[in-house]
């Protein structure tokens, strides 16, 4: 079975600075998709980034970036510039071409922004 | 457009009894699952509904139970409910059943089992 590990329980970070999550995921597929949530307190789940394992390109969206490493079955999420509204809980997520829209999660990492 | 939207957001049962959770997709979306969220074992899939059929199965006794409507909306039953089973589930859905599509998630309903 497919699982998704994040290593992290708690990071924080300086308002305006950067900050790495890490997450490592294992699967004997080719073909999948990598996700970041995010789930502030109010508990609903908001995706931040995607990345499909085909593309060589890592993903970005404004200040949150992935650095994809396909080989090592890496996936992290790089949040320039921290805003305290980036304080939340986030989530690794993958997902496989034949199994729906079904997502595994890592055990997620608590963000912390300090003022 | 209206996001996906899970009724009731909070209910509290008691040990033995059956509850049913409501989840309304995006307009437009027929693919909805379901998660279960507690702190112990984190976010795990329940199933998977498209086109009122179940696609996929998580590891959940058969205690646990869904459906889905011609209008794609869904409903989760858990009977016989057990201390265990207090979590927070959340439904998501999406255009159809395919990772490639992106996935949006409800608020959740908070199950508190007494």
């Known amino acids: 079975a497919q699982t998704v590990t994040q290593s992290q329980p708690e990071m924080s970070v300086q308002e305006a600075e950067t900050v790495t999550l890490s997450c490592t995921y294992d699967?004997?597929?080719?073909?999948?998709?990598l996700f970041w949530y995010k789930q502030p307190p109010s508990r609903q789940m908001i995706l931040v980034i995607r990345?499909?394992?085909?593309?060589?390109q890592n993903a970005t969206e404004n200040r949150f970036s992935v650095n994809f490493q396909k080989a090592a079955k890496s996936f992290s999420l790089k949040i320039s510039d921290s805003q305290l509204g980036d304080a939340a809980m986030y989530f690794c997520a993958y997902g496989e071409e034949t199994s729906g829209s079904r997502l595994t999660f890592g055990e997620g990492t608590q963000l912390t922004v300090n003022p | 457009k209206a996001g996906v939207t899970q009724t009731p957001r909070y209910l509290i049962k008691t040990r033995g009894q059956q509850v049913t959770l409501s989840c309304s997709p995006i307009?437009?979306?027929?693919?909805v699952s379901w998660y279960q969220q507690t702190p112990g074992q984190g976010l795990q899939f329940l199933f998977e509904y498209f086109s009122e059929t179940q696609r996929n199965k998580g590891n959940f006794p058969g205690r646990f139970s869904g459906r889905q409507f011609s209008n794609s909306r869904s409903e989760m039953n858990v009977s016989t409910l057990e201390l265990g089973d207090s979590a927070l589930y959340l439904c998501a859905s999406s255009l159809e059943p395919y990772s490639g599509n992106t996935i949006y998630f409800g608020e959740g309903s908070w199950l508190t089992v007494v």
């Open positions: 699967t004997s597929e080719s073909d999948y998709y």
């Open positions: 307009s437009g979306h027929r693919s």
């Open positions: 990345q499909e394992a085909y593309k060589q």
